[in-house]
């Protein structure tokens, strides 16, 4: 069952910050992010692996919270680059990732 | 040098023919996967290979044959293609084991389908 990412899409002026959630109805062992922008294949962000974890590049960060089976990620001080589709996948056996239904992100200037 | 390439980036066909993708990775990973995005970009599983092995085989109709030469490379070919098959077609690989990089997708650019 694919993980519920809330919300579905988000409009932001340049600087300002954002929340996407990502939560799901099984034990979580795992969170990935990846971004996809427009007409380009979705890319590698960050993987959490235990609850409690926090990870972080640029000023791109996730938490997981591993008891309430869900992840965040957020996004400081937003610059137009991050405009994009953002999808949490999760592990449904050692081989399979499931997606969420992405969230739309659009950074105005 | 692309990581895992697709060919071709785009097919537009008639319904009925039938067609297929190719897909390589140069990255030494040991699993590939198919995935495919509809128009309201959900991303859904529908095939992976680890060592040429299928592991993954999601509720596909029969139409579509995943075929793995090698682990390099992962083709998927259609038959009798129909107007719910237009969507975007993205091949991507894996290394397996339990390391924080494991698991990890790569993607290929995608090859965009249009049944008419």
């Known amino acids: 069952q694919q993980p519920v990412q809330s919300p579905q899409a988000v409009i932001l002026r340049e600087g300002e910050d954002a929340v996407i959630n990502c939560s799901s109805s099984?034990?979580?062992?795992?969170v990935h992010w990846y971004r996809q922008k427009h007409g380009e294949a979705p890319v590698f962000l960050m993987i959490l692996l235990k609850g409690g974890e926090q990870k972080g590049h640029d000023k791109i960060s996730a938490s997981f919270n591993e008891k309430k089976q869900q992840s965040s990620l957020y996004l400081t001080a937003s610059q137009l680059s991050y405009s994009g589709t953002y999808f949490c996948g999760t592990r449904e056996g050692a081989q399979k990732l499931v997606f969420g239904q992405g969230t739309r992100l659009t950074i105005n200037p | 040098d692309t990581a895992v390439s697709q060919t071709p980036k785009y097919l537009v066909t008639q319904m009925g023919n039938d067609k297929s993708i190719k897909c390589e990775q140069n990255l030494g990973h040991d699993t590939m996967y198919w995935y495919k995005q509809d128009s309201k970009k959900f991303l859904k599983i529908m095939f992976s290979?680890?060592?040429?092995?299928?592991?993954i085989n999601e509720t596909v109709p029969n139409r579509f044959s995943p075929k793995s030469p090698d682990k390099a490379h992962l083709n998927l070919h259609i038959n009798s293609l129909e107007l719910g098959d237009s969507a975007v077609y993205f091949c991507?690989?894996?290394?397996?084991?339990?390391?924080?990089?494991?698991?990890?997708?790569?993607f290929g650019a995608g090859s965009r389908l249009t049944v008419l």
């Open positions: 099984k034990a979580l062992y795992s």
């Open positions: 991507a690989s894996s290394k397996t084991g339990i390391d924080s990089g494991a698991n990890v997708l790569t």
């Open positions: 290979y680890n060592n040429k092995e299928l592991i």
